[in-house]
Structure formats: C-alpha cells, structure tokens
C-alpha cells in the first residue's frame, strides 16, 4: 500500500464517497488508487472552479463534505472564487491538492508556487503531509476540521512522494466534533426579549433555514408576533407549500435598511450582522437602525439546531408553525417571455422537493417571490457573491440528491465563467435543468454603474457591460458539451420546454431568450 492508497482508505472510511477532480502529474498515485476502488466516485470537471462549486453544492445537500483533487498552486488558485463561495456558505469541503515531491521543491521547477501560502488564505485549516502515513492521517484530520462548526473548508497538500511512497497503514476515521453548544442564560436572555412585545425580527442562517427549525421558529413568529427573515444570500432556505414564512432581506441597501427600520430589536441566529453589499458615496454601510437593539442567540458556528429547539422550550411553545405558504397556480396572463412569466410557470410546474440553485442575478428576485407558494423546495443562492457559482452547485446538489430534480436558474454572463459544468452533468447524467437567462448584458452591473456614482457612460463604457457583438448561441454551446438543449422566446414555448423537462430525467437546458 503507497501513501495514496492509504489517503483513500481513510477517507473512504471517513464517509467522503465522491471526488471533484482536475488532476495533474503530481496526483497519478491518487488517481490511480481511486481507480482502484468502487467506494469513491470519482467526477472529472474541466475547470477548477467547477471543482470547488460542485464540492459546494454536494455539501450544502448532503451535510457532509466531498473530496476535491486539485493540481499544485495554479490549480487550487483556479478554485478559489468559488472556494470563497463555499466558504461563505459554510460548506464542509475536504482539498487534496498534489505538490512536487518534497525533494524537487529545490529546484524551482516552472509549477512551483507558494501553496501552503494559497491554501492558509483559501481555507479554514490546512496541513501539508511529511510522510506517507502522514498523508493518510491527515485526511482523517481534513475530515475532521471540515465538519468543525457547521461547515469549513480543509486542505491538505499532497506531496508527490509521499503518494507514491511505501505507507505501513491506513490511518482510521476520526469522530465528528461536538456541536458548540449555547449556553442556557442568553437563550433564557433572547426569550425575555421576544417576551417583551417590541416590534422583533429573527435573523436566520445556516442550519435555522431548515424545515424542522423553521417549523419552531414559525410557531414563535405566530406566538410573539415576530418577523423571520434570512440574508440576502442563504446557504439553503427550504421553503415553498406547507413551509413557515421567511422574508428575504433585499439586495440594494436603501431597501434593505428600509425593511428593518421598522424593527426594535434584531435577534441573529446563525448569521452575521447585515451591512451593506458594497460602499457607495453617501451611503450607509451598516444597515442595522440606530434606534433597534442587536442580539446575538447563536453564532454560526455553534449548534443552530439545538439552539432553536431550546428557545421553543424557554417560551412554552409545543407546537409548529400555523401561519405557512399555500400551495397556488399562477395564471400566466403574458405572451412576452420575462423574469415574471419565467418565474409563474417555474412556480406551477416544478415537482415536490426540487433544489433550485440561482444565479440568476437580475432575474432571479422575480422568480424568488414568484415561487413562495411553489411545492416545497431547497433554494441555493451565490452567498459570497464571486459569479460563476450556479452551474458547479447545482452539478453538486444533483449528485447529492439524485432522486431530487435540479434547476439551475443562470444568467449568461456568469454562466461563461464556469460553462465547462455542463460537460460534467453531460458525463454524470445529472439531472438538472438549467434555465439560461439571456438578455445579452451584465445587467446588474449597468444598475451598480448608475448607483456608484461614476458619471454618464458612454458608448466606450457600456461596451464593458454588453454581451452582444457577437450574441451567445447557448444552446448551441450546450449541444457541443453533450447537453440536450432548446431556446423558448416566449412563455408559451417555455412553459411546453418546462413542463418535459421536469417530467424527463437527465440534464437539459432552456435558453430563455429576454
């Protein structure tokens, strides 16, 4: 057994069951071990930021971390957008990332890089392994410190010799670490202040966003009449029919700061306290109002589960939320193909259970809302906002949740980033429909521009946010990386496109044509 084969025994018995790879020279040892066994699945990504989405995706479903297997420092460089994504997100991720054997770092070969430099800014814990059984023990710690808190990210870097070396055994698993626990008196604290009758939002995140916790939390929300809300960019909010109301704070900060003014006091429960996406002149950053007292009841890092359940029991509360979405038919009125239109049909056709991962920018609020009443359903968004996350995640949450169908809302300009996913769900038969929003610009940008206050573009200056010249064929694109692909131009065409796709399993994408 050499020291890659021993990596995988332990994680294999560590219960990571999938790798997202792109690998090079320095990884042929684990390549070839994973080749060697039926218990790690492995999933070719041509692009390392496909790689690390796609880890962030399985996390976010499975509530366990993937393997990546990433090439030296310029392939874990090519990872880190989205990294910062699923760091944000709280995902567990294990990263083996190859190096050049111990002994040829002297020579400064063309790929030698600072990597433990790369990997200590990209992760929460990282470990470079000095022997060949020290490899295999340090993915047992990898394992480990991934599922620290609620979710890390750990890399643990691979010499080339160490992998093909002699290793005497396979480290075991270890155990998972003990949730942070909430100390008694600040729930005791957090009820006396929704006891008090002050105008009371709950700001959630994490783990409090899931259906079981939702369903205590709403029983508070129509006891003490307080208002749920999550950030702007939720890890995973289950919501939809027969789930408790959540509100979404807005994007743009004068709607943000405009929707918690009326509150007295702030209650977080697994998220930070909200500010400001970016700075603008004149603008406030923290949107907190001065007049609303802030409580922190869980960090995000400590047990938001049972810190729910132990405020349920603090206010005497015994039952689940009453006050929940109802399930409700669009009529879909408009000809004209629109985020709204996309958005009601989205609502009326989409199965029991689906994962929705959206990236759909400026189009996505619209069918957010639109899909309230939908069945119920996971809904993923970009929660560190580097674009070019939505095609990896929902590749990952496919393969996670296989018996759940997918649905990728993507804008186009982002979707350029990380278009190589849908080669992989091509590959692995995913079963995701991506929904290709194309209004051939980086919309978004064009409403920051006016809102940062940089002058009066010019042709010059809209140049930098157009897509057109020349226009983009997605389906033609996706046709060529081995997915089935249409192009709708009205609601009456995406409706008919829709409706076979929830119905057909295996990826697909519809160009929506704005």
Known sequence: ????????????????????????????????????????????????????????GYARMADKPAATLLHLGSGFSNSLANMHNARRAGSPVVNIVGDHASYHLQFDAPLTSNLPGITRWGSHWTEIASSPEELSAGGARAVQASMRGNGQIATLVAPADHAWDTASEAAPALPRPEALQVPDNRVARIAEAVRSGKKTAIMLGGKALREKNLAQLGAIADAHNVTLMCATFPTRLQRGAGRAKVQRLPYFAEQAAEALMPFEQLILLGVAAPVSFFAYPEKESWLTPEHCELYTLAEQSEDLSGTVSALTAALGIEKSAEEVYERQIHEVADETLNPLTIGQIMSNEMPDHAIVSDEGATCGLAMFLCTENAPAHDWLTLTGGAIGQGLPVALGAALACPDQKVIALQADGSAMYTIQALWSMARENADVTVILLNNKSYAILNIELARVGAGEPNDKTLSMLDLSNPDMDFASIATGLGVKASQARSSSEFQAQFAEAMSTPGPCLIEAIL
């Open 1 to 56: 057994m050499n020291g890659a084969e021993a990596l995988l025994k332990t994680l294999v018995e560590s219960e990571v069951e999938i790798c997202f790879a792109n690998p090079g020279t320095s990884e042929m040892q684990l390549v070839s071990a994973i080749g060697k066994t039926d218990a790690m699945r492995p999933v070719l990504c041509l692009f390392e930021g496909v790689v690390s989405g796609a880890a962030d």
